[in-house]
């Protein structure tokens, strides 16, 4: 039996959330992803997992013994990792964690350039900003705060956009006060943007008949004609050179979040994961 891949792939399923997410990621049947853990379960005669149609949780036995399987996994990657760094040549798998935002719309056209480049090294990518980037067995993650072991890659401006359809029905807005008069999308439950431009600050009351917590889901509202949103400038730079969006007020903007890429500051970096953090910090649009 393959005892070691039973454990790996019960830490998948515990990052992943799911049995139907882990086996995506591993490219498994979902059957076969149930039977494994399983196996594992009956192997050490305990339950490690609470199953229900809709959720699963660790029980307690399941998450001690995670705790430290994870951090055994985690060691036998970066020996790996070691031991390739003596081949001339980066190869390997890279797990990395980004925002659904960021990671839709600027990682795959990094990525493809990368691999190109290194056509030996696999990226297998989460895009969530909910996942523990040790506990999840990530070697990267993009997000909003940095620390030790990170790297400032852009400090985001968010800025207004709409669809050209939408401004034909409803006309462009001259002035942020002309805010209030029209249908604004809005990432979480806010009624007030805070706009810098060229007289300063200015706070604009908005409202609409869409909220939504994924900015993904606000920019392709967007897209369709749904209003006018206040996205990040790196996320829609792709629909504004194809025509999907229009800046609207575009000599204003809104300060978001520093982006930072994140590694494991407590273990070894593997060649091909030091390969793409060099990669991105060098090619990732300011």
């Not at 800046?247 to 300060?255: C, G, K, N, T």
């Amino acid at each position: 039996m393959d005892e070691l891949g039973d454990v790996a792939v019960f830490v998948r399923v515990v990052a992943a959330g799911s049995f139907s997410a882990a086996a995506r990621a591993l490219w498994m049947p979902k059957s076969t992803v149930s039977r494994r853990v399983a196996r594992l379960e009956n192997r050490l005669g305990v339950r490690l997992l609470h199953r229900t149609t809709r959720s699963l949780a660790l029980t307690d036995a399941g998450r001690a013994y995670h705790a430290r399987v994870s951090v055994a996994l985690s060691e036998l990657d970066s020996a790996a990792g070691a031991a390739a760094d003596n081949r001339e040549t980066p190869r390997g798998l890279v797990r990395m964690t980004a925002p659904p935002d960021v990671g839709a719309e600027v990682l795959p056209e990094l990525l493809a350039a990368f691999l190109a480049r290194f056509p030996e090294v696999r990226v297998d990518v989460s895009l969530s900003t909910r996942t523990d980037l040790v506990d999840g067995g990530f070697d990267l993650a993009l997000r909003g705060t940095g620390g030790r072991g990170s790297t400032r890659l852009q400090d985001t401006r968010f800025r207004l956009f709409a669809s050209p359809v939408y401004l034909a029905r409803r006309g462009v807005p001259p002035r942020p006060a002309d805010l209030a008069g029209h249908q604004c999308l809005r990432f979480g439950d806010v009624d007030q943007w805070l706009l810098h431009g060229p007289r300063g600050e200015v706070a604009v009351s908005v409202s609409g008949p869409l909220v939504a917590d994924d900015l993904s889901f606000v920019r392709r509202a967007a897209v369709a004609g749904a209003g006018i949103a206040l996205l990040p400038e790196p996320s829609v730079a792709a629909s504004v050179r194809s025509g999907l969006l229009t800046p609207v007020l575009p000599d204003h903007h809104a300060e978001g979040r520093p982006l930072h890429l994140v590694v494991p500051s407590d273990r070894h970096l593997p060649s091909r994961v030091a390969v793409l953090r060099d990669f991105l910090v060098a090619n990732f649009p300011r």
